[in-house]
């Protein structure tokens, strides 16, 4: 249930655990339906589920959780 | 200045501390319960808790999805990755868990075929990748997780997907906390509640707290401010003489939770009749299995298992540290038979669990602590 600080590299909280949760940003579409192309913030990229909150635009940041968007962070910049 | 920043503002911080402080009624000391293991982490980590009053003291709750996973379980999966045919994925804080015999690191050391995955889908893939082989997630967490499990079987289901199969652990938050706020010895007098659980579940599903045990529960985010925050906040309700479920971490907590998250959780997944928790016992419907319709993606179904249950090691306290009811100095072997490096208890072994984020961040030995 860490949030992870999106200053900081990974690694130092409950990395795989999964109760931390990374903020990314999204790049474009993934590779199957319900998957989005993002990246961390030092330009990782990784595909995530995106089905739990309907469709996504490259641009939007989100909150990721063991693989899969849990929120959209439209609050946060 | 980035965003994330304004949460960690020192000046703002102190601010908050003497806010607390003001609130603080002399000589009476409160304790409130953090839940989650990610907030126990922040606490230890950005040194909350020397910012605090001595009226406030931070107990750490059950909410380290790896440190509640009783040895049996993991057992269990020792089990299913000993067999020829298995790959066994699972989360990375998971393979230094202590089983009775062994850990799944000394399983891998042993020949298992155990591989660390950072989430449902990469074992998904590897099943995609390696069609010959029995590939078995390890799935632990709690409503944060579960969701992204539930995703990925719908997925190998609509595959159709022959050798991918899911050991369950997913755990619930809410029977925990009521088991725990049943207990006569506990005296917590409110809550800093699971930001991310909410996310899920929603703000109000915490509700219960206030309305039927009487004590204020706070949701938080997870930055140093977040939490200081959130601890003002219960302070003022105590303080106030109000008690209420409030929504710290509003900018990312829907009150109602996330509809599709839950629905897909409730199409995959069952409550089980009960779950052993580590040190807290068997709690009735406190974790999830799958459901019917997914029976033939279930390796308990799929694999003999020796669902023993097998008691925690005497010398480990990790049950009393899990319920608040002493702190991990207190331990009799934490720092010293117990480490990060030997983990003999799970609060230990994850960065999140109580014990290791004490020993990570200095607060190291008895002798060290205010009596």
Same mark, same amino acid.
């Given at each position: 249930?860490?949030?992870?600080?999106?200053?900081?590299?990974?690694?130092?909280?409950?990395?795989? $655990?999964?109760?931390?949760?990374?903020?990314?940003?999204?790049?474009?579409?993934?590779?199957?339906?319900?998957?989005?192309?993002?990246?961390?913030?030092?330009?990782?990229?990784?595909? !995530?589920? *995106?089905?739990?909150?309907?469709?996504?635009?490259?641009?939007?940041?989100?909150?990721?959780?063991?693989?899969?968007?849990?929120?959209?962070?439209?609050?946060?910049? | 200045?980035?965003?994330?920043?304004?949460?960690?503002?020192?000046?703002?911080?102190?601010?908050?501390?003497?806010?607390?402080? @003001?609130?603080?009624?002399?000589?009476?000391?409160?304790?409130?319960?953090?839940? $989650?293991?990610?907030?126990?982490?922040?606490?230890?980590?950005?040194?909350?808790?020397?910012?605090?009053?001595?009226?406030?003291?931070? *107990?750490?709750?059950?909410?380290?999805? !790896?440190?509640?996973?009783? &040895?049996?379980?993991?057992?269990?999966?020792?089990?299913?990755?000993?067999?020829?045919?298995?790959?066994?994925? $699972?989360?990375?804080? &998971?393979?230094?868990?202590?089983? @009775?015999?062994?850990?799944?690191?000394?399983?891998?050391?042993?020949?298992?075929? *155990?591989? /660390? !995955?950072?989430?449902?889908?990469?074992?998904?893939?590897?099943?995609?990748?390696?069609?010959?082989?029995?590939?078995?997630?390890?799935?632990?967490?709690?409503?944060?997780?579960?969701? @992204?499990?539930?995703?990925?079987?719908?997925?190998?289901?609509?595959?159709?997907?022959?050798?991918?199969?899911?050991?369950?652990?997913? !755990?619930?938050?809410?029977?925990?906390?009521?088991?725990?706020?049943?207990?006569?010895?506990?005296?917590?007098?409110?809550?800093?509640?699971?930001?991310?659980?909410?996310?899920?579940?929603?703000?109000?599903?915490?509700?219960? /707290?206030?309305?039927?045990?009487?004590?204020?529960? /706070? *949701?938080?985010?997870?930055?140093?401010?977040?939490?200081?925050?959130?601890?003002? &906040?219960?302070?003022?309700?105590?303080?106030?003489?109000?008690?209420?479920?409030?929504?710290?971490?509003?900018?990312?907590?829907?009150?109602?939770?996330?509809?599709?998250?839950?629905?897909?959780?409730?199409?995959?997944?069952?409550?089980?009749?009960?779950?052993? +928790?580590?040190?807290?016992?068997?709690?009735?419907?406190?974790?999830?299995?799958?459901?019917?319709?997914?029976?033939?993606?279930?390796?308990?179904?799929?694999?003999?298992?020796?669902?023993?249950? /097998?008691?925690?090691?005497? %010398? $480990?306290?990790?049950? %009393?540290?899990? =319920?608040?009811?002493? =702190?991990? +100095?207190?331990?009799?072997?934490?720092?010293?038979?117990?480490?990060?490096?030997?983990?003999?208890?799970?609060? &230990?072994?994850?960065?999140?669990?109580?014990?290791?984020?004490?020993?990570?961040?200095?607060?190291?030995?008895?002798?060290?602590?205010?009596?």
């Amino acid at each position: 249930m860490s949030g992870a600080p999106e200053t900081e590299p990974q690694g130092e909280a409950c990395i795989t $655990c999964g109760d931390r949760a990374l903020p990314l940003r999204v790049i474009g579409p993934g590779a199957e339906p319900g998957l989005a192309r993002c990246a961390d913030p030092q330009g990782r990229e990784e595909e !995530v589920e *995106v089905g739990l909150l309907g469709p996504v635009a490259a641009g939007e940041r989100l909150l990721v959780h063991a693989g899969a968007a849990i929120a959209r962070l439209e609050g946060e910049r | 200045m980035r965003y994330v920043e304004e949460f960690r503002d020192a000046e703002l911080g102190r601010a908050l501390a003497a806010r607390i402080l @003001s609130l603080a009624e002399p000589g009476r000391r409160r304790k409130l319960m953090e839940v $989650c293991g990610g907030h126990t982490h922040v606490i230890y980590r950005y040194a909350i808790d020397e910012l605090l009053p001595d009226e406030v003291e931070m *107990v750490h709750g059950p909410g380290c999805p !790896v440190c509640v996973i009783p &040895m049996g379980r993991v057992d269990d999966g020792i089990a299913i990755a000993a067999r020829e045919e298995v790959v066994l994925a $699972c989360f990375g804080d &998971m393979m230094r868990v202590p089983g @009775s015999e062994r850990s799944l690191q000394e399983a891998k050391a042993a020949g298992a075929d *155990v591989r /660390v !995955v950072y989430s449902p889908l990469d074992a998904l893939r590897i099943a995609r990748a390696e069609p010959e082989r029995e590939v078995v997630f390890f799935a632990i967490g709690f409503e944060t997780t579960a969701p @992204s499990t539930a995703l990925t079987l719908k997925r190998a289901r609509a595959e159709g997907l022959g050798n991918f199969s899911c050991f369950c652990n997913h !755990v619930l938050i809410e029977p925990p906390l009521r088991a725990l706020l049943s207990a006569p010895e506990l005296e917590i007098d409110g809550f800093v509640g699971p930001g991310h659980v909410a996310t899920i579940v929603g703000a109000r599903a915490f509700d219960f /707290v206030a309305a039927e045990y009487g004590r204020p529960l /706070v *949701v938080s985010g997870f930055e140093p401010l977040d939490v200081l925050q959130s601890v003002e &906040m219960v302070m003022r309700q105590l303080a106030e003489g109000r008690c209420e479920v409030e929504n710290q971490y509003g900018r990312v907590v829907p009150s109602e939770g996330n509809p599709a998250a839950l629905a897909a959780l409730a199409e995959v997944f069952e409550p089980r009749e009960t779950f052993e +928790w580590r040190g807290l016992g068997e709690i009735e419907r406190s974790a999830l299995q799958l459901t019917e319709a997914y029976a033939e993606l279930d390796a308990e179904r799929r694999f003999e298992l020796p669902g023993a249950r /097998v008691a925690d090691p005497v %010398e $480990c306290q990790c049950g %009393e540290v899990l =319920k608040g009811a002493i =702190k991990p +100095w207190e331990c009799r072997v934490f720092g010293t038979a117990c480490t990060p490096e030997r983990a003999i208890g799970t609060c &230990m072994v994850s960065p999140e669990g109580a014990c290791a984020a004490y020993y990570n961040y200095g607060r190291l030995s008895r002798e060290e602590q205010p009596a």
